[in-house]
């Protein structure tokens, strides 16, 4: 096996022992699924039903997810009434130069419901305009004061680990806002 005869699986990497008990529960695949090609310190997995393709899921030398100690509040905006545009919110204090994509929890809840039926908080890469971004949702459907709702999401990082949050109000209402950064990925 080599690397023109696998479809990598980028940035989807763990680091791990060569042994097949270890890769068995760090990966959560049985061994059988699993080789180990020591000649290119990569895990894959076997091919699935109907393909000849093998998968790298892990390299020796990267990690890509890396969990905080503790989650950080990386934006808080309390008592909004009105939308906010597209602001930078910059994460570099908190991750890695070699950051591409940050795990979060996004918040919202409404402290006043008013007329308009949502509100919404959303993310996306810095610089993108994504056909659906995103966001956490607060519907005025039975919603009453201090409903709230959140989400945990994935959103990629531009190279100076920014990525762009937007808050949009509906008629009425009075929203709380926050963003927890809980980890990101490599």
Known sequence: MNDSEINPIPKIKRVFSDTKSNLDAMTGLQAEDLAYGSDTERLYRQPTAG???WATIARADQTIVKWLSSSIGAMTDSGRTSTLTYTDLDLTEHTSTDCTAVLMMLQIRGTVIGSGNTVELVVRKNGTTPSEPVMTCLDKAGATANAHQHQFVICGLDDG???????QISTGWTVDSAIHLVGYIE
């Open 51 to 53: 393909s000849a393709d």
């Open 161 to 167: 680990q920014v990525l762009e949050y937007q808050i």
